[in-house]
């Protein structure tokens, strides 16, 4: 796969995607370290302990299966508890390619039916990205202060493994200036669907406060 970056033609070395899993749902209900209550307490919730005081019962359970309850309940305050791709339809899946490039970090794009899905950066190595965190949503990871980028991103490639031909495509680099001023202008270039829309909610999200 090529793109042409300011007169530079680029080559990423296709990666790729073995699904393991699909149809993951409610993944934020496993989440029991701590209790609902105890959630509240922490700064990035504190601002909806008065929401669930009025259902005391669920103070001391943990809280996923709280939030689970609020949800089942028909009560919207649940999804104050996670990001914006918290409650979504995930897959579990690892990736197969060049073992030598996957342990570089660098560039990675995400193409489905040939069309530039989505731009990102890997300051650790491609295959820990791919395979512990994208690849790997965990319960935690779905909650305010969990990882919304990699929830985003799973979901959508959950969406669309079904009908289209889904993969990660790899430039490696390790300057992370040079990573993110290459990133910034393949999306200026080709305006990835994933990546704008991304963005735009973020923002919509931050207006709302």
């Not at 300051?123 to 690849?135: S, V």
């Not at 202060?145 to 990660?168: E, M, R, Y």
């Amino acid at each position: 796969m090529f793109n042409q970056i300011n007169e530079e033609k680029i080559e990423f070395t296709k990666v790729e995607i073995i699904v393991l899993e699909q149809g993951i749902s409610d993944l934020f209900e496993s989440f029991d370290k701590k209790t609902l209550g105890e959630l509240t307490k922490q700064k990035k919730y504190e601002h909806l302990k008065d929401c669930v005081n009025k259902q005391k019962y669920l103070l001391d359970m943990p809280a996923g299966a709280a939030l689970k309850s609020l949800k089942e309940e028909g009560n919207s305050i649940y999804r104050q508890f996670l990001n914006n791709y918290g409650d979504l339809i995930y897959s579990r899946f690892v990736v197969s390619g060049d073992e030598n490039l996957l342990k570089h970090r660098g560039i990675y794009t995400i193409v489905a039916n040939n069309e530039l899905k989505f731009c990102g950066v890997c300051a650790r190595t491609f295959k820990e990205r791919f395979n512990q965190h994208i690849g790997s949503i965990y319960a935690k990871g779905c909650y305010r202060d969990g990882t919304s980028t990699h929830c985003h991103v799973n979901a959508k490639i959950t969406q669309l493994l079904p009908t289209s031909d889904v993969h990660f495509a790899i430039y490696p680099m390790e300057n992370e200036k040079a990573m993110n001023k290459l990133k910034n202008a393949i999306v200026k270039r080709f305006e990835p669907e994933w990546n704008l829309r991304y963005n735009r909610e973020i923002f919509e999200l931050s207006s709302s406060f």
